[in-house]
């Protein structure tokens, strides 16, 4: 059983800051999914992906973590996967109660690396949001923006300015420009990923199951 918790006050547009301080809670006998639906509307789905080990707690007992969460639009079928921080608690028996958090400070997220989704739930391709210096780095001026990259082809990617937090733009907004993305092999990039293996492991499951 799950209590939804989430709403937006217009529908045709969602951020990730939306989820800030967003509350749900997961029955973990009856929950079976690996997907929980938080959110729906006619224009957005956002799904929790459930850790089971998360769900081994005391009675009365919390914990912080890293909560995994995809923000699905129905208008490009598409959804980027986050990661996200969250406060897990065992309310009672079966009975755990969450809060997601950002955790962004500022200019900088808690974790940068994310990856957009097919409609299978599939890694299709990879973003990454800097916030940096400006080569040189001049008056301590500072330049925000994300890259995106093909997952099967590495050559291929593009750069996208941002005018502030990743995390205050429109999803469809990041996703429009996923046909940007050249085609082909383009030998003047690096053909290597802009995620590292690292990252790939700890902050992303092997697969999505739902």
């Known amino acids: 059983m799950v209590v939804f918790a989430i709403s937006t006050n217009v529908f045709s547009q969602i951020k ?64 980027i996967l986050i990661n996200f921080q969250q406060m897990i608690y065992r309310a009672k028996t079966n009975i755990y ?12 997220m808690f974790v940068s690396s994310m990856t957009v989704l097919d409609k299978d739930f599939n ?41 502030d937090n990743l995390i205050y733009e429109n999803i469809n907004d990041i996703l429009s420009n996923i046909p940007k993305i050249p085609k082909g092999n383009n030998i003047e990039k690096k053909c290597t990923p802009i995620i590292y293996a690292m990252d790939l492991k700890d902050f992303f499951p092997e697969k999505i199951i739902k």
Not at 97 to 108: E, F, P, R
């Open 16 to 79: 990730m800051s939306d989820i800030e301080n967003k509350k749900f809670s997961i029955n973990s006998k009856t929950q079976k999914q690996n997907l929980v639906k938080i959110s729906d509307n006619s224009d957005y789905s956002i799904y929790y992906i459930v850790n089971r080990r998360d769900f081994n707690l005391k009675k009365g007992i919390g914990t912080h973590g890293i909560a995994k969460v995809i923000f699905f639009s129905k208008m490009y079928n598409k959804g």
């Open 97 to 108: 109660n969450i809060i997601l958090y950002t955790g962004s400070n500022d200019k900088y």
């Open 123 to 163: 890694y299709e391709y990879f973003i990454k949001y800097h916030y940096m210096p400006l080569p040189p780095p001049k008056n301590e001026v500072y330049k925000a923006w994300i890259t995106i990259q093909d997952t099967k082809n590495y050559c291929n990617l593009i750069d996208i300015d941002l005018r």
